[in-house]
């Protein structure tokens, strides 16, 4: 892999850890920024922020709601049968036909919420599924009378109560429901023949006061929950810019700044993955490359035809190896470094023909070079293959750069394969 797709590899994560945080786009961060700005009291979320809000906690809300539906008409259920056992059983059968109203509201509303469905079902389905619940406990305290009437009226506000609390739904539906629980409550007070009009008002505005905090605490528990979101998104934004910036600078520690291609430090860390990789039991080649007379060309030319001269050999050296396998990198100055994983020497020397040719071809000038009025390289070639011993990266290493010191001494715009009883320089 060189480092190009090295580059494009990186993006590909950078974008796959964007997706995993889920960082919202500036749109919405500003939006964000602007609501956090403000007291906590007046966060309103609306729109995108909104949809993103329900998307993150309903979930959670719909597994809570299933949860109470199911124990309610569980707990029901159980309390017909103790009062079977315990009261008697003129009373029992008067409370049979309410309490069972019950059971099938909870469990059906329970069914609705098990996975997501249109927003208007859910919402229907929770209003009339509470109206439910509220009415048939409150019609098993009137058809028993007597001291069960008022009692299960509390317990109706009892309900209602609890499920204000813990039903993290929009405020609208909160209302809703205290409204159903404070209205049933009332007429059902008004209706009771030991009570008296008055004191059923007066009943009915003790209990709504209670009703009314618990609305607010409610509302209190959802905006701190809408905050604590909107913190989890700053957070998120900041945390998936951090990992575009080290990203980048991770590539940029990488790259060569000036041809773009991998620079020394990546390719000493490649050639000890390859190595760790098994590579040492398996054929692989290496190439020195080296630009004529580069020294030269600067003084005569100038750094920046010599800067020009160095991107475009870069280039030249890229295009003609394998993409997917071979790799290139800066090695130091005007020297390139060419790994050639499962090459053998044939292999290996007909690259770097490949190399040098192409570079000639492309009559880059060198003028007060005395090889060639245009630039050349010398190449250095070292192979090793499964039957040699073993070899680390550093010996193959040095052993292309002895070869490329022979195709120098040899008059240059050469190609030099090491040979193993060649002497050392």
Known sequence: MDIQESAVLTRQMTASTRTQLQAPDSAIMTEVEHLLARRTRDIRLKGELSRLFQERFWPRTAKIIRAWMTWVALLDVLTLGLNAILLPKAITVSMLLPASILPPAAIACAFIWKRPRAFWLQRISLIAGMFLILLSVALVGVSAGGEFYERHLNIMLFVAITAIIIFSIPLAWTVMVASIALGLYLVFQVLNPGLANGSAVAATLFFASGIVATVVARRTMTILAQKTFLLELRDRSRVAELADANAQLERLARTDALTGIANRRWMMETLDRLWSDGMKSRSCAMLMCDIDEF??????????????????????????????????????????????????????????????????????????????????????????????ETIFPEQLQNQADAALYLAKQDGRNRIVLHKPDAPST
């Open 295 to 388: 020294k030269k060309l600067n003084d005569h030319l100038g750094h920046p035809e010599g800067d020009r001269c160095l991107v475009k050999v870069a280039g030249i050296i890229q295009s003609s190896v394998r993409r997917n396998r071979d790799h290139v990198a800066r090695y130091g100055g005007e020297e390139f470094l060419v790994v050639l994983p499962g090459v053998d020497e044939r292999e290996a020397v007909a690259v770097a023909e490949r190399i040098r040719e192409s570079v000639e071809a492309a009559s880059l000038p060198n003028p007060a070079s005395r090889v060639s009025p245009y630039v050349t390289l010398s190449i250095g070639v070292a192979a090793h293959s499964p039957d040699d």
